[in-house]
């Protein structure tokens, strides 16, 4: 079943520290690895991917607090809320397979962007994937539930 789709795609790499992070063209997700060029891949494998809904840039937006795509850290931006869906739920993202892990803590860091952001999106931030399956992910792909 169609959920939605891709509405932006990010990568961290060793180049691009911080955030907001850059928009890419694709990302090649690489089982047993992370996304190719990703400053974080090899690291945690249970956090290797992090999808954020376009939901929780809303709920900032709603409270005064404008954000830039990809100020969250997310690796991939969707047009539906991901923390509808039970941690151990897998999308597909044409031939790519990701499957949820948990749900992303806020992290202090994001006082940067306003002092109130981590408490407002407390269980709202995004939600980490590891790589069921190998593929690279465009902007305006579907997302299907698995």
Same mark, same amino acid.
């Given at each position: 079943m169609i959920l939605g789709e891709v509405l932006e795609i990010f990568s961290a790499t060793k180049e691009s520290s911080g955030l907001p992070r850059p928009k890419v063209v694709n990302l090649n997700l690489i089982e047993n690895h992370g996304i190719e060029f990703?400053?974080?891949?090899?690291?945690?494998?249970?956090?290797?991917?992090?999808?954020?809904?376009?939901?929780?840039y809303q709920l900032a937006k709603a409270n005064n607090i404008d954000l830039e795509l990809g100020s969250l850290g997310e690796n991939i931006l969707v047009d539906f809320d991901p923390h509808d869906f039970k941690?151990?739920?897998?999308? #597909?993202?044409?031939?790519?397979?990701?499957q949820?892990?948990?749900?992303?803590?806020?992290?202090?860091?994001l006082s940067v962007f306003?002092?109130?952001?981590? #408490?407002?999106?407390?269980?709202?931030?995004?939600?980490?994937?590891?790589?069921?399956?190998s593929g690279k992910i465009l902007k305006n792909m579907n997302v299907e539930e698995l």
């Open positions: 990703d400053k974080f891949a090899k690291k945690n494998l249970d956090q290797t991917v992090m999808i954020v809904g376009i939901k929780s941690v151990g739920t897998c999308f #597909k993202i044409g031939d790519a397979v990701i949820t892990t948990q749900i992303c803590t806020v992290c202090n860091h306003d002092k109130n952001l981590p #408490k407002l999106l407390k269980g709202q931030r995004g939600i980490y994937c590891k790589i069921i399956k």
